[in-house]
């Protein structure tokens, strides 16, 4: 089992910056994908950017350059640094973890992007 908490959603305006966290309940070295994804209201889920254990990263074409996904073993904690953020981003953002078959999610947190 692995319990994930998001935090660091907010408002924020066009070209701004925010960072998400994603606290683990258990060491992230022991998962094997990390990942954020998202959900914009009357749209599908979408993977935004992923993380293995071993620190390969993989981001979607629309956040590429702008977003960046980090670890931090020592705080079983995953990050999701967002620059030059545009409306077209405000979405509920998702942490996801995968281990081994299964696979966890966070509560989510939200993202406004508005001027």
């Known amino acids: 089992q692995v319990q994930l908490v998001e935090s660091g959603g907010g408002l924020v305006q066009p070209g701004g910056s925010l960072r998400l966290s994603c606290a683990a309940s258990?060491?992230?070295?022991?998962?094997?994908?990390m990942a954020w994804y998202r959900q914009a209201p009357g749209k599908q889920r979408e993977l935004v950017a992923s993380?293995?254990?071993?620190?390969?990263?993989n981001y979607a074409d629309s956040v590429q350059g702008r977003f960046t996904i980090s670890r931090e073993n020592a705080k079983n904690t995953v990050y999701l640094q967002m620059n030059s953020l545009q409306p077209e981003d405000t979405a509920v953002y998702y942490c996801n973890a995968r281990v081994v078959f299964s696979i966890y999610w966070g509560q989510g947190t939200q993202v406004t992007v508005s001027s």
């Open positions: 258990r060491s992230i070295n022991t998962i094997n994908i």
């Open positions: 993380i293995t254990n071993s620190g390969t990263t």
